[in-house]
Nanobody, 124 residues
Framework: QVQLVESGGGLAQPGGSLRLSCAAS????????IGWFRQAPGKEREFVLA????????RYADSVKGRFTVSRDNFKNTAYLQIDSLKPEDTAVYYCAANMQGILSSQTGRYNYWGPGTQVTVSS
């Protein structure tokens, strides 16, 4: 059974940083494309980035380029999303997702597995 669990969310101040984690089990982590999405209240789920370890490639949404960084630890089966220079508009529930097709997709439908999400609130 595949399971993804996010952690690391919370309340942060504008200009600060957060690192979110996505712990995976039940899949071949090194072969998975890990996607990060976010959903703000009243809005649709939004693509943030997708990372393919095997291809060593990452696709970013234009809105997060330069502030969001992805990394992963295959020994721990964990992916990380580093968010710097936080803005109030980054407030959302952040989700990690996985697909095994090697596709750096921005579409939610391309991802087979999802975590429950972690809340990030940026406010002074």
């Amino acid at each position: 059974q595949v399971q993804l669990v996010e952690s690391g969310g919370g309340l942060a101040q504008p200009g600060g940083s957060l690192r979110l984690s996505c712990a995976a089990s039940g899949l071949t982590f090194s072969s998975a494309v890990i996607g990060w999405f976010r959903q703000a209240p009243g809005k649709e789920r939004e693509f943030v980035l997708a990372h393919n370890l095997k291809a060593d490639s990452t696709r970013y949404a234009d809105s997060v380029k330069g502030r969001f960084t992805v990394s992963r630890d295959n020994f721990k089966n964990t992916a990380y999303l580093q968010i710097d220079s936080l803005k109030p508009e980054d407030t959302a529930v952040y989700y990690c997702a996985a697909n095994m097709q090697g596709i750096l997709s921005s579409q939610t439908g391309r991802y087979n597995y999802w975590g429950p999400g972690t809340q990030v609130t940026v406010s002074s």
